[in-house]
Structures are given as C-alpha cells and as structure tokens.
C-alpha cells in the first residue's frame, strides 16, 4: 500500500513482521492492475487479488486499472505501518457494490450525505459512481474523480475484522489518513504526512472560514456508529466533514508524536484483535478525561506548522 516491501510481500513475509520498519512510500505491487470481468444479467463482476467488485456497467479499462491499483495498494500500506490495523474477513473476499445513481445508492443501503458506505453484516462497501464524472469543479467537496473516497472506504473493508470493535471517531480518523496519505493511483506518501494532513483539513473546512474547522474532542471520542450516521444524514456537507477533520486530526496525533504514543497506538489494536464477542468490554483509546488537553495539544502542534485549527462543538 517501495518496490521492496512489495516482494516481500508477494513471497509470503508473515503480515506482523511488514511494517516493524515504516517504509515512507509505497507503490501499487506488482499485477495490481489487474483483474478479470464476468457479466452477469444485468451487471458485471470484476475480480482482483483480494477484492470483488460489483458494478452496473462494464467501465472504461483506464479507469478501472487505475481503481484496481487504488484497492490492492490499500491492503499493502495498511501492512506498512506499524500498528496491527490490516484485518480483513477469513472468509470471503470484501466486495464493492458500485452503483450509478444517488436512488440506487440509497436503496442499496448507502448512508444519507455519503458517496461511500460499509455494510460490514455483508463484507461490503457500496460506492456511488456519480462521484467519479470528470468534475473538478473546485467548489465540491469530492473532487473526481474521488479516488481518495476508494481509499477511504478499501480502508474499512480491510479492517473488516476490527471495525466492529473500535470507536467510529478511530476507524473514520484511519481511513482519513489513508486517503490523506494517497497521492494517485495507489501511491502512498507517509515522508510528508503532516503536509498531507493540513491539505486534507483545509479542503474539508469551508470556504471562507477563518480557521480550519474540527469536531472537539469529547464529543467526537463520545459518538456511537449510529449517532454518527445520524450527525451525516441531519447536518450540511460541512458541518458533516468536522467530525472527520477531529477523527483525521486525532488518528494523526495517536500514529506520531514519539514511540511511547505509537507503542499505545499499537497495544490498543493489539487488545482489540483479542477480542472475539461482541459481549467483551472493548478499550477505549483515548480517556475523556484527557480529551482536552490533547485538544491543545493538537492545536498548537498545527499552528506551528501554519494550520489554525478551531474545535468546535457537536451541533
């Protein structure tokens, strides 16, 4: 998700050992491109190494090699660092349903105010294509095509087995990352992560706004995955987008910072792969106690680095 971290890959280097060493760049590995179509009355099925892909129409073959990068890089970044994110299902290949209207995205099960969805009762990520016309109008918030909305969603489907177990605020902040990290077609760029965060925040505030705007962190670590679905399908695009600039803003504070925050980054998903029922008690990752604090500290880290970041209250 460095050509060398794609051999080792590739001749079955066990996933815990990749990522001991956080490589700053990873390419798509060797025959990502590729993939195998199967129609089916009414749809067509494509086929990559750990994906399936569900979609209306048969796509433009440029498009689609560069989609099938994007996927089979995700797993292999996701491997890269140093924290047991990657976690997919044992049991069958994650699938993408790619649909071509807003109606048959929301009739599929897409969330209300979203352009991606993951189903994980189904192993599932329902993607909606309109997002991907060749617009790159600068007022929209997704520009297309949205190959960071790819990212972003590959991200929880490869998480599939921890998604259930983790606060909403830690597995939406990892997939922010991941696409903030995304510099095309399945090329990750970790070596200038906190420039990639910044832009990333400062596309998702508001126009006009004086500062870049974020979701506090109390009530942002205090969301259930329902109560953030519900936040999406009642508030405007912007105001939706604060929850995922805290979550994004938080991620990054929890991945860097120095060893001893890495190291509890990493026995927090450590713990959570332990965890096999729904009915055991699941860690929380950041105390609320100290939400505050590190709300300044994030602050002052970013205006160091030329971002004014405002947290703002849940609305």
């Not at 129409?57 to 560069?66: A, E, I, N, V």
């Not at 309109?130 to 520009?143: K, S």
Request: proline share 5%; aromatic share 10%; charged share 20%.
């Amino acid at each position: 998700m460095t050509r060398i971290i794609s051999i080792l890959f590739f001749l079955g280097i066990p996933g815990d050992l990749i990522g001991q060493t956080w490589l700053k760049k990873i390419h798509p590995p060797t025959g990502a491109g590729k993939y195998f179509i199967t129609p089916e009355a009414g749809r067509f099925i494509y086929q990559t190494n750990s994906f399936r892909i569900v979609t209306f129409k048969r796509h433009d073959h440029t498009l689609m090699t560069d989609f099938t990068k994007c996927l089979e890089s995700v797993p292999l970044a996701l491997r890269n660092i140093p924290v047991p994110l990657y976690a997919p299902s044992k049991k069958q290949k994650g699938q993408l349903l790619i649909v071509g209207h807003n109606e048959d995205y929301l009739a599929a099960g897409g969330a209300k105010n979203t352009a991606g969805y993951y189903d994980g009762a189904k192993n599932q990520t329902i993607i909606n294509w309109t997002h991907f016309r060749n617009d790159t109008t600068p007022t929209r918030i997704l520009q297309e095509p949205a190959f960071d909305l790819i990212i972003h969603e590959l991200t929880h489907l490869s998480m599939h087995n921890l998604m259930w177990k983790c606060q909403p605020w830690l597995t939406e902040g990892i997939a922010e990352y991941m696409a903030a990290s995304h510099i095309g077609r399945g090329n990750f760029d970790f070596s200038r992560i906190d420039h990639a965060v910044r832009k990333r925040i400062e596309k998702h505030t508001k126009p006009g706004s004086i500062s870049s705007t974020a979701l506090a962190i109390r009530p942002l670590i205090s969301l259930s995955s329902k109560a953030w679905l519900e936040r999406t399908a009642e508030v405007d695009a912007w105001e939706a987008l604060k929850a995922y600039n805290g979550a994004l803003l938080l991620s990054h504070y929890c991945l860097h910072g120095g060893t001893k925050r890495l190291n509890n980054t990493r026995q927090h998903f450590e713990t959570l792969h332990t965890i096999k029922t729904k009915g055991q008690k699941k860690p929380h990752l950041i105390p609320v106690e100290k939400a505050k604090s590190i709300e300044i500290a994030i602050a002052n880290y970013w205006k160091n680095r030329g971002l004014q970041i405002k947290f703002d209250s849940l609305n």
